[in-house]
Nanobody, 121 residues
Framework: QVQLVESGGGLVQAGGSLRLSCTTSGSIFRINAMGWYRQAPGKQRELVARITGGGSTNYADSVKGRFTISRDDAKNTVYLQMNSLKAEDTAVYYC???????????????WGQGTQVTVSS
């Protein structure tokens, strides 16, 4: 019933920008934190950016100064603004949410289906 849906991926030239969106839906009691991860072919999934319920943010060193994570609580949506894109940013980007879906269940991680970002050079 709970779903995370990403959008905004695509093909862009090096130096360009993209904005990814992730919207949660279904029965949700509380969102503790949300983040973006990425996985390139043959490599392990890595954390890109994360934002807590209190608004604190964390970024991978490789994207600091170029990417910005933000959220719109009214829309249950988190965004990833990606600027100055590089070829090494090419990957499938996944939305993650640490959520408590009801009063009587424990919090756990939920994942979106992923959206492809391809940066050409």
């Amino acid at each position: 019933q709970v779903q995370l849906v990403e959008s905004g991926g695509g093909l862009v030239q090096a130096g360009g920008s993209l904005r990814l969106s992730c919207t949660t839906s279904g029965s949700i009691f509380r969102i503790n934190a949300m983040g973006w991860y990425r996985q390139a072919p043959g490599k392990q999934r890595e954390l890109v950016a994360r934002i807590t319920g209190g608004g604190s943010t964390n970024y991978a060193d490789s994207v600091k100064g170029r990417f910005t994570i933000s959220r719109d609580d009214a829309k249950n949506t988190v965004y990833l603004q990606m600027n100055s894109l590089k070829a090494e940013d090419t990957a499938v980007y996944y939305c993650n949410a640490d959520m408590k879906v009801s009063l009587v269940t424990a919090s756990r991680d939920y994942w979106g289906q992923g959206t492809q970002v391809t940066v050409s050079s």
